[in-house]
């Protein structure tokens, strides 16, 4: 069954310091990785898109990892800012499908 | 250039009512697609159409709901009669092609079945 499982499952850190995002999947076969920001009472708004030829990619603040071997990503988000309180959500696509298949996200929350 | 939107943003209903949704992709994207996120649960994919055909609809819960998209241009989706565990919000998105398959999604409508 495709699934993609995330972790910590909400985060709380202090403005200005950097945090790390864990995402795994059992998707299969493997066609792309997403990462989202989600606002409060927004849709999901696209950070990067990996295919599986890419390690990493960065958007700004924003730093996605992909290990195709052992199917885990990361997102790294450095010297967060007050406006990254948000959730963050991984999504995978299989093959050639148009599915996303999204993950249950992690829920960040920065303080001042 | 207008991002997607959808109507309405809220939406109450009693069990055994009809609720109809409405999403607006971004112009020119023949791609347009139906989530819903359930309580506690993650986003998942409903339907997709091309222009104005359902080319997938695998994820429709039952014959309750019902997508259209006349004209290829705006889509709704339908609910009757509505159920309790009908609850949570549908986001609609819409791609360009299906290539990158870029989804731009809206900010959603929340709809809650009492």
């Known amino acids: 069954k495709n699934q993609v499982e995330q972790s910590p499952q909400s985060l709380i850190i202090l403005e200005g310091k950097n945090c790390t995002l864990q995402?795994?999947?059992?998707?299969?076969?493997?066609?792309?990785l997403r990462w989202y920001k989600q606002d409060t009472g927004r849709g999901p708004v696209s950070l990067t898109i990996m295919t599986f030829s890419e390690n990493t990619k960065s958007n700004g603040r924003y730093t996605a990892t992909l290990d195709a071997d052992t199917k885990q990503s990361s997102l790294h988000i450095t010297a967060s800012q007050l406006s990254d309180s948000a959730s963050y959500i991984c999504?995978?696509?299989?093959?050639?499908?148009?599915?996303?298949?999204f993950g249950s996200g992690t829920r960040l929350l920065v303080r001042p | 250039e207008a991002g997607v939107t959808q109507f309405p943003s809220h939406s109450v209903i009693e069990k055994g009512q009809t609720v109809t949704l409405r999403c607006d992709p971004i112009?020119?994207?023949?791609?347009l697609y139906w989530y819903r996120r359930v309580m506690g649960k993650e986003i998942k994919f409903l339907l997709h159409f091309v222009k104005e055909s359902k080319q997938d609809e695998s994820g429709m819960p039952n014959n309750r709901f019902l997508a259209e998209r006349t004209g290829g241009t705006y889509s709704t989706l339908k609910v009757q009669p509505a159920e309790l565990e009908d609850s949570g919000v549908y986001f609609c998105?819409?791609?360009?092609?299906?290539?990158?398959?870029?989804?731009?999604f809206g900010p959603g409508t929340r709809l809650t079945v009492l």
């Open positions: 998105a819409s791609s360009q092609d299906l290539v990158r398959n870029e989804q731009f």
């Open positions: 995402c795994n999947y059992t998707v299969s076969p493997f066609s792309n």
């Open positions: 112009s020119g994207h023949d791609n």
């Open positions: 999504v995978v696509i299989a093959g050639s499908s148009y599915k996303l298949i």
